[in-house]
């Protein structure tokens, strides 16, 4: 997957603005930018390259409706459920009163 870099000049010079400019008009937000975690637990967890574009693929959701505020929630991991694997997972948006799916929220 080709990688879309912001020419923002705020972009450049702020790392935490280049990731809310990470987009294109053509295809979205990338989703390998998200950030994963398990939900039960709270630990971050790491993907290998092209798993989260998949996952969101997958969800049926359009990138154009990712930002940075999404992030992919699993229902566990490796640490607080072993031998589990296959984890169900969901991508959701941060809000101020927590999170909702991103599908339920429409837009």
């Not at 790392?15 to 008009?25: T, Y």
């Amino acid at each position: 997957m080709e990688k879309n870099r912001c020419d923002r000049s705020s972009c450049k010079s702020n790392p935490v603005a280049s990731l809310n400019n990470q987009h294109s008009a053509k295809n979205g937000f990338d989703p390998e930018l998200m950030f994963v975690e398990c939900h039960k637990c709270g630990r971050p967890l790491i993907w290998n390259q092209g798993e989260a574009s998949q996952i969101v693929e997958q969800s049926g959701i359009d990138c154009k409706k990712l930002d940075s505020q999404c992030l992919i929630l699993a229902e566990g991991c490796p640490h607080c459920a072993p031998g589990e694997g296959g984890y169900m997972v969901r991508v959701v948006r941060l809000r101020e009163d927590g999170y909702k799916d991103v599908k339920e929220q429409g837009h």
